[in-house]
């Protein structure tokens, strides 16, 4: 598990532990550091991996940020946090691990997308958003990031050939009640919190004509 706070994951790993292993659920998790806010961070990741010379069978890239509200931000990189957190750590990574993808293949990427790629936008002369042709919004952010991973996921997916038997996919997990929204005022957060209930009673109500 690559995560940017060993400590809290080593936590979480020693409470499972103490709580289900005795009832036959242990858990055989292993914590490295991986900080996708640094480039540096996500070169170093992949170098300890692949120097075990061990095969990778699924690379699942799920950690991404939604800053809703937040005013734009730049990783130490350069680049605009959605961005770098979102599209270009996960490609870099993703394109280190392929040794050990090719050792675990057949392999697989897959992708933590969202449907508000569709309202995304991609513009390949001003991927940090500061051309001030379109004005930053961290859904403007969001959205175009995760378009970016869809684009990228497609290429990767091309031009990889065949024989190396390591595909790439997106997925959508829909609306999912997470730490999505844990920097947000406690007013937004509660009714963030609302949502999947009027969501499913609004769908609960609908009826097809
Ligand atoms: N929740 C939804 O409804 C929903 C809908 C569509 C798509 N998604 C996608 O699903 C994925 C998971 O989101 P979630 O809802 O589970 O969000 P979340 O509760 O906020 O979890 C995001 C995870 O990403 C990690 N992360 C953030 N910045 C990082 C960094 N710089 N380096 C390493 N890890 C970092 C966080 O680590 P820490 O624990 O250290 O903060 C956390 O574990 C995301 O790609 C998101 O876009 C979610």
């Known amino acids: 598990m690559a995560v940017r ?3 809290a994951a080593n936590e979480l790993i020693q409470k499972w532990q103490n709580e289900w292993s005795g009832m036959g659920l242990p858990l055989n998790i292993e914590v490295m550091e991986l900080d996708l806010l640094s480039l540096d961070s996500v ?3 992949a170098e300890a991996w692949n120097a075990r010379l061990g095969p990778l069978h699924v690379l699942i890239n799920n950690a991404g940020i939604f800053s809703i509200g937040e005013p734009q931000k730049f990783s130490k990189d350069g680049y605009e946090e959605h961005l770098q957190v979102n599209h ?3 490609a870099l990574l993703s394109v280190l691990l392929l040794p050990s993808l090719i050792r675990g293949s057949p392999s697989r990427i897959v992708n933590l997308n969202s ?5 995304g936008f991609v513009d390949t002369k001003d991927m940090n958003i500061v051309s001030r042709k379109r004005k930053y ?3 403007v952010g969001y959205s175009s990031s995760k378009l970016a991973q869809i684009m990228f996921s497609s290429v990767l997916h091309k031009r990889l050939p065949a024989e190396s038997g390591i595909s790439v996919v997106c997925v959508s997990p829909g609306i999912v009640q997470t730490n999505v929204a844990r920097d947000l005022p406690m007013i937004v957060q509660a ?3 609302l949502v999947p209930y009027l969501l499913q009673h609004s769908l609960l109500c609908w009826r097809p004509s």
């Open 43 to 45: 070169v170093r990741f």
């Open 137 to 139: 919004t961290s859904l």
């Open 5 to 7: 706070n060993t400590k």
């Open 88 to 90: 270009l750590a996960p």
């Open 191 to 193: 009714v963030y919190h």
């Open 115 to 119: 449907v508000m790629h569709y309202v």
